[in-house]
């Protein structure tokens, strides 16, 4: 996306659009940021915690929604980020719904959004045989795999008739979390010429980037074990 230029001869409107898309791909990925680490450090179910997450959850859908339109259009090999910006949007809108839904409540919208992960290991698996497992799409590959978990989970889901406990939970946290990753991984990861140089020479980068992963390990333990946890504490 950082790459989203238009000729210099093209109509004024075009430079328009680039520029906008650009801009909505940018400043979404930077608010996702800023309003994921806020969020995954509020308290949960607090105001804080709704508030940054609903700023999370647009951003998200910003940043990849652009990224998912524009990236297969642009002139270099984008399957990585077009994969990456599916494989988020999916991540997002089904946590968001996660969370939205009553206790072993399931709708219409995750029957039809399992075909994303399903589509996205259709393709690591077709690049997989076409290049011989080419280092070149490894990260698609690794898309491919994880979707393919994602995909397993819906099916689960929706065969049970829905979520309840400690499973909605979790399933919100993991999926609003490695979208989290998406974002900061883009960046961080992905983008390296444009961070400033005193940024790269720091460990910022490397605990910025997977700070979301980190997290969601914490949280998925402090989710699945709590009475364990609580037990300590007293302890202590």
Known sequence: ??????????????HAVAAAALGLHIGGGSLAIASGYVSIFAKKGGRLHRLSGNV???????MAG???????????????????????????????LAAKRRPGDVGHAE??????????????????????????????????????????????????????????????????????????????????DFQPDWLRATPLPMIIGLGPLVLMAFWLVSVRFPRRRRSRAAAA
């Not at 996306?1 to 075009?14: C, F, G, K, R, S």
């Not at 524009?70 to 994969?83: G, I, K, R």
């Not at 497992?133 to 995909?151: D, R």
Request: a neutral charge; proline letters at 3%.
């Open 1 to 14: 996306m950082a790459n989203l230029v238009v000729a210099a001869d093209a109509p004024w409107i075009a």
């Open 56 to 62: 999370f959850f647009v951003s998200m859908l910003a």
């Open 66 to 96: 652009v990224g998912a339109i524009v990236s297969p259009m642009l002139n270099e090999d984008q399957w990585t980020n077009t994969t990456a910006a599916v494989f988020a949007l999916y991540l997002t809108l089904t946590a968001w």
């Open 111 to 192: 029957a039809a959004l399992v075909a994303a992960p399903l589509g996205i290991a259709a393709v690591g698996l077709y690049w997989a045989t076409v290049t011989g497992g080419s280092g070149a799409y490894s990260v698609v590959y690794a898309f491919g795999a994880v979707s393919a978990l994602a995909a397993v989970c819906d099916l689960r889901m929706l065969r049970a008739g829905g979520l309840a406990g400690v499973a909605r939970t979790a399933r919100h946290l993991w999926r609003m979390s490695l979208a989290f990753f998406v974002a900061t991984g883009s960046f961080f990861f992905g983008q390296p």
